[in-house]
């Protein structure tokens, strides 16, 4: 089992930054990859930027070179930083890891984050 807590959403105004973090606690030594989705009211849940074990990143097209996901093994935390922020951001935004040899997917909780036009 792993236990996800995200913090650092909020209001921004457009063209703002926001840092997301994501700590994980529990069977951290079986995490591979880690990453973040969104959903926006209405809408289906979308992956948003992957990490791998190695530190291979994936990006959605929407947010290719405005954010930029990063992980600390040591401190077992997944960081999103958004930049250039635009109202089609404005989602909860969930943290994602895969375990152990089945990639089993663990969730948290969601974090608003709200950008301002």
């Known amino acids: 089992q792993v236990l996800l807590v995200e913090s650092g959403g909020g209001v921004v105004q457009a063209g703002g930054s926001l840092r997301l973090s994501c700590a994980a606690s529990?069977?951290?030594?079986?995490?591979?990859?880690m990453g973040w989705y969104r959903q926006a009211p209405g809408k289906q849940r979308e992956l948003v930027a992957t990490i791998s074990s190695r530190g291979s990143t994936n990006y959605a097209d929407s947010v290719e070179g405005r954010f930029t996901i990063s992980r600390d093994n040591a401190k077992n935390t997944v960081y999103l930083q958004m930049n250039s922020l635009k109202p089609e951001d404005t989602a909860v935004y969930y943290c994602?890891?895969?375990?152990?040899?089945?990639?089993?997917?663990?969730w948290g909780q969601g974090t608003q984050v709200t950008v301002s036009s």
């Open positions: 994602q890891c895969r375990v152990g040899i089945l990639d089993f997917a663990f």
């Open positions: 529990g069977s951290t030594d079986s995490i591979n990859a």
